[in-house]
């Protein structure tokens, strides 16, 4: 039986290293007494995290694993009386409640083990970093974000865990903040993310008006149980979640950040990359099956930008020569085919390539940071080959995980691409080509890697075969505020305090290889859960039967996996081995057996249009920068200049109305007309006293005198009027 507080532990462990660390990072100077006592915190809260979350699924699995394990620690947001959808909902209310069932006991195995894992590598490869314990505290918060998103039990609680990733990958991608580059990355996936975060939060606000809930288990039973009363508003559910995950997980338009998170060091890169934050959209996409099943037009376009964004990344991936940007866009297209499994349906299919990705892509960012940690902090792969002479361990690590993700059997790719690439067949015929073309460029970038990395001799001294490429906006005007990165400011592990210069490669140190050797044991065995039935496994397989209680019948029909023939089932795995055997020879041809890369260079140069296309990612950071940072600034100066010449004109207009025409005018009228009406009756009070005045002049006769003229006046005006 699942325990609650062991539940409650597994995140706030994580998140209490993050803060004992977070207080002595200010106040302790990297010696290494205090290096000790945060390998210790770091390594101690996410390795105990790690064991109760092993612990805690050993208990779920012994309950039974049929029901989901839910808790509510507390009424979090007790808003009263809602909505209540169908009348079957009392009240309103949102808990913060943990939850356990087949499909966050998987993610939380990943997101533990692995990020230990990672925890452990960066003991090693950030030991001379002066802000080693920072670093420390930002993984222990990534942990305890990502461990808050797998275990929410409802939408909120889910989406605090979102925006805390997407605050850790901040942080994380930007840890050289003195380093221009490093802060621009940052400030791009911030950004980016913000844009999917908006959509995630209006489809979290249309459930809840929708079912009057945010929690998991109520919406979900709501919406198997009626699904005809609910099909309608679904697709606008979830092409609004779908925007969010587009964001969180790098797909087309919003996978821009992710590339250019190479800026933070390497055990970032595979700490956001392999288990943790690339994965929220595809784990929130199958959490929210139900809703998506109800709704073929968004499973239609989950299919779609997922299989256009793997090819599209794949082929990004062929003309890279940072070795870290290569790993980059793999990761890109792999997302893509982790979205297409689910958009056709094939739910179990994308968690499954979760999980083995997870491995391999893991060992691969670490293997490579092993390689730039032995390289002096060179990145540039044309600057490297012989490395096998050099670094044994991590070049059979990086050989096995290249197999496992180009998917050669009995390798763990193998069996989860092959299951997504099957399944799309069943479903889609072009979605089906393009997922076959990206898997064939897949094998093709990773042993191109490979060669170029560990094949022929030390190039150190100079690049061989194709002449050095200048940085992105050689020749062209960057946008001023641009958040565009030049590639050669993208040699993030150069911050790391490594020159290549004059440097001879050596190995990495234990604490480095032996969690490639654990990662590089778990991309081979990883697929065994997978075992289809050509091979002599059963249907449906392992890891399906496993994740069926998260797929909820629709209307009381009960979730069918698909299931080919046997012959149509071999035919599928043989197209699978064979693009990636026509990958591998395509790389072995122009990059193993041409030490010089000459086949190569004269095919760059033959189709040099295509080549400059890949080699610059489309030019879409270019369209970007013009469109939405250029068109945000000229709109901004547009609107500072309607602000000061129309706006101000018109406000300075209405002051010159009223200061030089009413209040002049005012002023001349009440002078000219008000004062001087005043003034004119002053006047001729005065005047008129003036004139009687002279008649007062105090001589009787006078007054006689007045009065007899008087008498005379009025006689002769008698006289005259007298008819």
């Given at each position: 039986?699942?325990?609650?507080?062991?539940?409650?532990?597994?995140?706030?462990?994580?998140?209490?290293?993050?803060?004992?660390?977070?207080?002595?990072?200010?106040?302790?100077p990297l010696?290494?007494?205090?290096?000790?006592?945060?390998?210790?915190?770091?390594l101690?809260?996410?390795?105990?995290?790690?064991?109760?979350?092993?612990?805690?699924v050993?208990?779920?699995?012994?309950?039974?694993?049929?029901?989901?394990?839910?808790?509510?620690?507390?009424?979090?947001?007790?808003?009263?009386?809602?909505?209540?959808?169908?009348?079957?909902?009392?009240?309103?209310?949102?808990?913060?409640?943990?939850?356990?069932?087949?499909?966050?006991?998987?993610?939380?195995?990943?997101?533990?083990?692995?990020?230990?894992?990672?925890?452990?590598?960066?003991?090693?490869?950030?030991?001379h970093?002066?802000?080693?314990?920072?670093?420390?505290?930002?993984?222990?918060?990534?942990?305890?974000?990502?461990?808050?998103l797998?275990?929410?039990?409802?939408?909120m609680?889910?989406?605090?865990?979102?925006?805390?990733?997407?605050?850790?990958?901040?942080?994380?991608?930007?840890?050289?903040?003195?380093?221009?580059?490093?802060?621009?990355?940052?400030?791009?996936?911030?950004?980016?993310?913000?844009?999917?975060?908006?959509?995630?939060?209006?489809?979290?606000?249309?459930?809840?008006?929708?079912?009057?809930?945010?929690?998991?288990?109520?919406?979900?039973?709501?919406?198997?149980?009626?699904?005809?009363?609910?099909?309608?508003?679904?697709?606008?559910?979830?092409?609004?979640?779908?925007?969010?995950?587009?964001?969180?997980?790098?797909?087309?338009?919003?996978?821009?950040?992710?590339?250019?998170?190479?800026?933070?060091?390497?055990?970032?890169?595979?700490?956001?990359?392999?288990?943790t934050?690339?994965?929220?959209?595809?784990?929130?996409?199958?959490?929210?099956?139900?809703?998506?099943?109800?709704?073929?037009?968004?499973?239609?376009?989950?299919?779609?930008?997922?299989?256009?964004?793997?090819?599209?990344?794949?082929?990004?991936?062929?003309?890279?020569?940072?070795?870290?940007?290569?790993?980059?866009?793999s990761?890109?297209?792999?997302?893509?085919?982790?979205?297409?499994?689910?958009?056709?349906?094939?739910?179990?299919?994308?968690i499954?390539?979760?999980?083995?990705?997870?491995?391999?892509?893991?060992?691969?960012?670490?293997?490579?940071?092993?390689?730039?940690?032995?390289?002096?902090?060179?990145?540039?792969?044309?600057?490297?080959?012989?490395?096998?002479?050099?670094?044994?361990?991590?070049?059979?690590?990086?050989?096995?995980?290249?197999?496992a993700?180009?998917?050669?059997?009995?390798?763990?790719?193998?069996?989860?691409?092959?299951?997504?690439?099957?399944?799309?067949?069943?479903?889609?015929?072009?979605?089906?080509?393009?997922?076959?073309?990206?898997?064939?460029?897949?094998?093709?970038?990773?042993?191109?890697?490979?060669?170029?990395?560990?094949?022929?001799?030390y190039?150190?001294?100079?690049?061989?075969?194709?002449?050095?490429?200048?940085?992105e906006?050689?020749g062209?005007?960057?946008?001023?505020g641009?958040?565009?990165?030049?590639?050669?400011?993208?040699?993030?592990?150069?911050?790391?305090?490594?020159?290549?210069?004059?440097?001879t490669?050596?190995?990495?140190?234990?604490?480095m290889?032996?969690v490639?050797?654990?990662?590089?044991?778990?991309?081979?065995?990883?697929?065994?859960?997978g075992?289809p039935?050509?091979?002599?496994?059963?249907?449906?397989?392992?890891?399906?039967?496993?994740?069926?209680?998260?797929?909820?019948?629709?209307?009381?029909?009960?979730?069918?996996?698909?299931?080919?023939?046997?012959?149509?089932?071999?035919?599928?795995?043989?197209?699978?081995?064979?693009?990636?055997?026509?990958?591998?020879?395509?790389?072995?041809?122009?990059?193993?057996?041409?030490?010089?890369?000459?086949?190569?260079?004269?095919?760059?140069?033959?189709?040099?249009?295509?080549?400059?296309?890949?080699?610059?990612?489309?030019?879409?950071?270019?369209?970007?920068?013009?469109?939405?940072?250029?068109?945000?600034?000229?709109?901004?100066?547009?609107?500072?200049?309607?602000?000061?010449?129309?706006?101000?004109?018109?406000?300075?207009?209405?002051?010159n109305?009223t200061?030089?025409?009413?209040?002049?005018?005012?002023?001349?009228?009440?002078?000219?007309?008000v004062?001087?009406?005043?003034?004119?009756?002053?006047?001729?009070?005065?005047?008129?006293?003036?004139?009687?005045?002279?008649?007062?002049?105090?001589?009787?006769?006078?007054?006689?005198?007045?009065?007899?003229?008087?008498?005379?006046l009025?006689?002769?005006?008698?006289?005259?009027?007298?008819?």
């Open positions: 039986m699942v325990n609650a507080t062991v539940l409650l532990l597994i995140p706030l462990l994580p998140a209490l290293g993050a803060l004992i660390n977070g207080l002595r990072a200010a106040a302790s010696t290494p007494k205090n290096r000790a006592v945060t390998n210790v915190i770091a101690g809260s996410t390795g105990l995290s790690a064991i109760l979350a092993a612990w805690t050993i208990a779920y699995v012994g309950g039974g694993a049929s029901a989901a394990f839910q808790h509510a620690y507390y009424t979090w947001i007790p808003a009263g009386l809602g909505h209540a959808a169908g009348n079957t909902i009392a009240s309103f209310a949102v808990d913060f409640a943990f939850r356990i069932d087949a499909l966050s006991c998987t993610m939380l195995l990943i997101v533990t083990w692995v990020g230990f894992l990672i925890h452990v590598y960066a003991t090693g490869y950030m030991a970093e002066e802000g080693y314990t920072r670093f420390f505290t930002y993984l222990n918060l990534f942990m305890f974000m990502m461990l808050l797998v275990l929410g039990a409802n939408y609680v889910m989406f605090v865990g979102w925006e805390g990733v997407g605050l850790c990958s901040y942080l994380l991608i930007g840890f050289y903040y003195d380093k221009n580059f490093a802060a621009d990355a940052g400030k791009k996936a911030f950004v980016a993310n913000r844009i999917g975060d908006f959509g995630f939060i209006l489809g979290v606000f249309l459930i809840f008006n929708t079912f009057g809930t945010a929690d998991f288990g109520k919406v979900f039973a709501l919406a198997s149980a009626h699904p005809q009363a609910y099909a309608g508003i679904a697709t606008t559910i979830c092409l609004l979640l779908f925007v969010g995950a587009c964001g969180k997980s790098a797909q087309i338009p919003l996978y821009v950040w992710l590339p250019d998170a190479m800026a933070g060091p390497t055990p970032v890169s595979a700490l956001i990359h392999a288990a934050m690339v994965t929220a959209g595809v784990y929130m996409v199958v959490r929210s099956n139900v809703l998506f099943r109800l709704s073929p037009d968004a499973m239609l376009v989950v299919a779609t930008v997922g299989a256009v964004t793997a090819i599209f990344a794949a082929t990004i991936g062929i003309a890279q020569n940072d070795i870290k940007k290569v790993l980059a866009y990761t890109v297209s792999q997302l893509g085919f982790m979205f297409l499994a689910a958009g056709v349906g094939a739910f179990t299919a994308a499954f390539h979760v999980m083995t990705h997870a491995f391999f892509k893991a060992c691969l960012f670490l293997g490579a940071g092993s390689v730039i940690h032995g390289c002096g902090g060179e990145q540039d792969m044309r600057k490297m080959g012989g490395l096998r002479k050099y670094m044994p361990k991590t070049r059979m690590t990086m050989l096995i995980a290249c197999i993700i180009a998917g050669f059997p009995p390798l763990a790719g193998f069996f989860s691409k092959d299951e997504i690439l099957a399944t799309t067949y069943e479903h889609h015929g072009f979605l089906y080509f393009l997922g076959m073309v990206a898997a064939t460029c897949t094998a093709f970038y990773m042993f191109r890697l490979y060669f170029m990395t560990f094949s022929g001799d190039r150190a001294a100079g690049v061989v075969g194709y002449p050095e490429s200048e940085p906006h050689a062209h005007d960057v946008i001023p641009s958040l565009h990165l030049d590639d050669g400011d993208v040699h993030s592990d150069k911050a790391h305090g490594h020159h290549a210069e004059a440097h490669p050596h190995e990495s140190p234990w604490s290889t032996g490639l050797w654990i990662l590089a044991i778990l991309a081979v065995i990883g697929g065994i859960v075992i039935q050509m091979l002599g496994g059963t249907h449906p397989t392992i890891f399906q039967r496993w994740l069926l209680p998260v797929l909820l019948p629709l209307g009381g029909e009960h979730f069918e996996f698909a299931e080919a023939s046997r012959m149509q089932e071999a035919l599928l795995i043989a197209s699978s081995v064979a693009v990636a055997f026509l990958g591998w020879l395509l790389a072995y041809v122009l990059y193993k057996k041409d030490a010089a890369f000459a086949r190569a260079t004269r095919m760059a140069t033959r189709f040099a249009f295509f080549h400059r296309l890949l080699e610059n990612k489309y030019y879409v950071d270019e369209f970007y920068n013009f469109v939405f940072v250029g068109g945000t600034l000229a709109f901004s100066r547009a609107l500072s200049w309607f602000d000061a010449n129309i706006i101000d004109g018109i406000v300075n207009g209405v002051r109305l200061v030089v025409v009413l209040g002049h005018g005012s002023w001349l009228f009440d002078r000219f007309i004062d001087g009406a005043v003034n004119g009756v002053g006047f001729s009070a005065r005047g008129g006293s003036r004139f009687f005045r002279r008649m007062q002049s105090g001589f009787v006769q006078n007054y006689a005198l007045v009065m007899g003229g008087g008498i005379v009025i006689a002769a005006v008698y006289l005259f009027t007298k008819p």
